[in-house]
């Protein structure tokens, strides 16, 4: 199924909305979101977190095993 999701990298303060599976790994897609766009660059010690419910994502999860439903929001924390 395609989820609309918006990720945001807030050190940045850049917001991107996409379109992805639901059985996609979230870490897939922000490593194509950093190939590809250079203000969603972020660090593998960077934390992801859900907007909606103020969780840490694991990047190995999938949207789906991650409960990430579309109009879901994902920020790209920078550790200190």
Do not use: C, F, H
């Not at 922000?30 to 859900?50: F, H, T």
């Not at 439903?69 to 790209?76: A, M, Q, S």
Request: glycine share 6%; aromatic share 6%.
């Amino acid at each position: 199924m395609k989820l609309t999701v918006t990720i945001t990298n807030r050190a940045k303060g850049q917001s991107y909305d996409i379109q992805v599976d639901s059985g996609q790994r979230i870490g897939t897609t922000l490593r194509v979101l950093r190939e590809n766009i250079p203000q969603m660059a972020w660090k593998e010690e960077d934390l992801i977190q859900s907007g909606r419910t103020r969780r840490r994502i694991p990047l190995q999860q999938t949207y789906e095993d991650a409960n990430i439903y579309t109009g879901d929001r994902l920020w790209i924390i920078e550790r200190q």
